[in-house]
């Protein structure tokens, strides 16, 4: 069990379907609940979410509902989603803008299935995704509540690269964290999880970290190789991955939420983490600096970045934060700017990216 508290889950008497023909027919037998909730979170995407919702809505496994929460779009995103008549789609509207976790938060308590599959608006399921799905759900062990899939760019690039083997434990998540990063994949987990040991931090814009280890440490999870969704790279406004790194205001507006991930994270595993995967612990404890700094938190950044140090006293990225959030925090949140334009531009010249968009052609 590593050293997390996990559950156990009873099937309830249901029977085992003897072939993949009677797959609808006996997710329906007695169920009021759909096998599936597909909580989708989005904000000022009308040019793409309905690629996403449609992806959905178009499985040929049926026992499903999609919640979409409509996180204050002021750009016709919610108009557009008032059109959708289907009977399993429910769409919910935040009066204003409260952030991806608060999004999510607000799909799962609206959501009755049995397993919760987290999506974003830019991305879509492929053809039979969920057939796929369902049947690793259905035949996983009473300990294990999480099942989780690959992604395929529109580059071409899968991610995770590599997942681990078998059925992992908590301390088997931080080390798959440690050696492959281990958040960008598709997780469906039993619904009856939430609230009971993991929840959404609703007052935070990010979360996705500490609500994976939080998942982790409550529960086995099994990180199969199958790919049953597409991420799309078209989004402009994406926190995380696009604008964010390239904005200084972005960085200055959610440098409290990452500083706070951060701690939380340190917080609560950092215990474990230290002890099963200490590279990955400096790096924690170098991020809480980076953005107290960013975050204009200065004593607190000095506190990190010193006991980061304290650990590897020769490096120059960590005497560089330390530095420059000394010196301004517009400073800092700059070169992060500009270190992340640097590398991208490497990345699509780079010879591994081509070949990646060629292979995604084939």
Known sequence: MGDGTQY?????????MQNKGELQAFVKKGNSSPWFSIVISVYNRANMIMRCVESCLKQSFDDFEVVVVDDGSTDGTKEILKTVTDSRFKLICHKSNQGLCAARDTGVRNAIGKWIITLDSDHALIPGALENLYARTYDAPEDVGVIGSRYIWDTGKITPSFVPEGIIDYVGRIKWVDQEGGTDFLCCYRRELYDVCVSWPAHRRKGDAIFQLDLAKCTKQRIDPDIIAIEYSDADNTESRTKAFKDVKVLLRYAADW??????????????IARHAPNLFAVIIRTAGLWHFVAGQRKAGVYYMLRYLSMNPVSLKGWTILGLGLLHRVLLAGARCLRYRITRARFFSSAKFKRTLQNGDK
Not at 8 to 16: A, I, L, V, Y
Not at 260 to 272: C, D, P, S, T, V
Request: no cysteine; aromatic share 8%; proline share 0%.
């Open 8 to 16: 156990n889950f009873k099937k309830g008497g249901e029977e085992k």
């Open 259 to 272: 500083a706070w991930q951060a701690e939380e994270i340190l917080r609560k595993h950092g215990q474990a």
